[in-house]
Antibody
């Protein structure tokens, strides 16, 4: 079955960096676009970034543009999120998710369990 | 920037029909999907492309989208349907979520 497992979260000081990973299994990773999303404590869902199936297209939410970088390694079935210049309002559970279809329509049919990123001094 | 608006909360009695709305400018021109999220769990896709159900989602959940409003309808609501529900629309370069609606089954 499809499985997405995030890792790399933790407590970090403002201005520092962190890299999240999302290991995928149970499907042909290189056929699907994948996303990072986040949810601040007690708040709603927020989309962070998307990367196309082959890594050629990447888009970001305005709130993270210029600070976060999404990437993927299809040989390892793994997606990454490099987060730089972290701010307290980046504190959230970060989820990775895959597109439902192989075409670029953004419906997330599988989600990881999430990894908590806490930005605090 | 584009925004989706949901009511913060909806209450329904067991067995009755619950309707959760999601409004946005010309939302009917976009595809909408819906997620269910229970406390401490990851979201689950329940409706996509306005009215399609992924495998495993019961038929009593249905969706529609027209004009400026998309609606998630839960017929014969059960206690297990109590959760937060989020609508979502997308453009090739971005994804927008509604603020979420807490469904309470009284």
């Amino acid at each position: 079955q499809v499985q997405l497992v995030e890792s790399g979260g933790g407590v970090v000081q403002p201005g520092r960096s962190l890299r999240l990973s999302c290991a995928a299994s149970g499907f042909i990773f290189s056929n699907y676009g994948t996303h990072w999303l986040r949810q601040a404590p007690g708040k709603g869902l927020e989309w962070v970034a998307v990367i196309s199936y082959d890594g050629s297209s990447k888009f970001y939410a305005d709130s993270v543009k210029g600070r976060f970088t999404i990437s993927r390694d299809n040989s390892k079935s793994t997606m990454y999120l490099q987060m730089n210049s972290l701010r307290p309002d980046d504190t959230a559970v970060y989820y990775c998710a895959k597109d439902l279809m192989t075409v670029a329509e953004y419906y997330f049919d599988s989600w990881g369990q999430g990894t908590l990123v806490a930005v605090s001094s | 920037s584009y925004a989706l608006t949901q009511p913060p909360s909806v209450s329904v009695s067991p067995g009755q029909t619950a309707s959760i709305t999601c409004s946005g400018d010309k939302l009917g021109d976009k595809y909408v999907c819906w997620y269910q999220q229970k406390p401490g769990q990851s979201p689950v896709l329940v409706i996509y492309q306005d009215d399609k159900r992924p495998s495993g989602i019961p038929e009593r959940l249905s969706g529609s989208n027209s004009g400026n409003t998309a609606t998630l309808t839960i017929s014969g609501t059960q206690a297990m349907d109590e959760a937060d529900y989020y609508c979502q629309a997308w453009h090739i370069s971005s994804v927008i979520f509604g603020g979420g609606t807490k469904l309470t089954v009284l």
